[in-house]
Antibody
Framework: EVQLVESGGGLVKPGGSLRLSCAAS????????MNWVRQAPGKGLEWVSS????????YYADSVKGRFTISRDNAKNSLYLQMNSLRAEDTAVYYC?????????????WGQGTLVTVSS | DIQMTQSPSSVSASVGDRVTITCRAS??????LAWYQQKPGKAPKLLIY???SLQSGVPSRFSGSGSGTDFTLTISSLQPEDFATYYC?????????FGQGTKVEIK
């Protein structure tokens, strides 16, 4: 069974940093591109970042470029999001999601999400 | 960047009704469109990929159509478990933007 479990969320002050993790199991992690998608309270879904299976290709939303860094460790079946210079508008539930088998950039499995709150 | 616009933003419907949600891309995306369902407090669930292909395990009352810039998600006979928010997402190019969502509510 495919499982994605996020961790690392919490309360952080503006300007602070946080590192999110996503532990994957039930599939060959090293074969799939992975993604972070966030959802601010009461709002819609916003794509944040994507990383290819071998980390060769990395993409960021303009809203986080230069502040967030996506990475992965295929030996540990883990995806990460290092978030620096956090702002109030980064407050959201952060989901990790797997690219589908069939169509890139369609996400067939999602984690349960981890809440990041940026507030003084 | 490609913008995605959904309509309506909300719809009230009864069990058994046919519901149609529209998604428009700001430029052509061929058939590279996905639809998701999200229930409160839960992660999104992939329903449709490549505009009209049903994800494994998704009931056949869900269907998708369209290509280019105009797409629709249809629920042929609304069931109680279908009350949720639905999002389209373009899968043609980065950034893979989502539509703003359509909330399907009980009438």
């Amino acid at each position: 069974e495919v499982q994605l479990v996020e961790s690392g969320g919490g309360l952080v002050k503006p300007g602070g940093s946080l590192r999110l993790s996503c532990a994957a199991s039930g599939f060959t992690f090293s074969s799939y591109s992975m993604n972070w998608v966030r959802q601010a309270p009461g709002k819609g879904l916003e794509w944040v970042s994507s990383i290819s299976s071998s980390s060769s290709y990395i993409y960021y939303a303009d809203s986080v470029k230069g502040r967030f860094t996506i990475s992965r460790d295929n030996a540990k079946n883990s995806l990460y999001l290092q978030m620096n210079s956090l702002r109030a508008e980064d407050t959201a539930v952060y989901y990790c999601a797997r690219d589908s088998d069939i169509v890139l950039m369609a996400y067939d499995y999602w984690g349960q999400g981890t809440l990041v709150t940026v507030s003084s | 960047d490609i913008q995605m616009t959904q309509s309506p933003s909300s719809v009230s419907a009864s069990v058994g009704d046919r519901v149609t949600i529209t998604c428009r891309a700001s430029q052509g995306i061929s058939s590279w469109l996905a639809w998701y369902q999200q229930k409160p407090g839960k992660a999104p669930k992939l329903l449709i990929y490549a505009a009209s292909s049903l994800q494994s395990g998704v009931p056949s009352r869900f269907s998708g159509s369209g290509s280019g810039t105009d797409f629709t998600l249809t629920i042929s006979s609304l069931q109680p478990e279908d009350f949720a928010t639905y999002y389209c997402q373009q899968a043609n190019s980065f950034p893979p933007r989502f539509g703003q969502g359509t909330k399907v509510e009980i009438k």
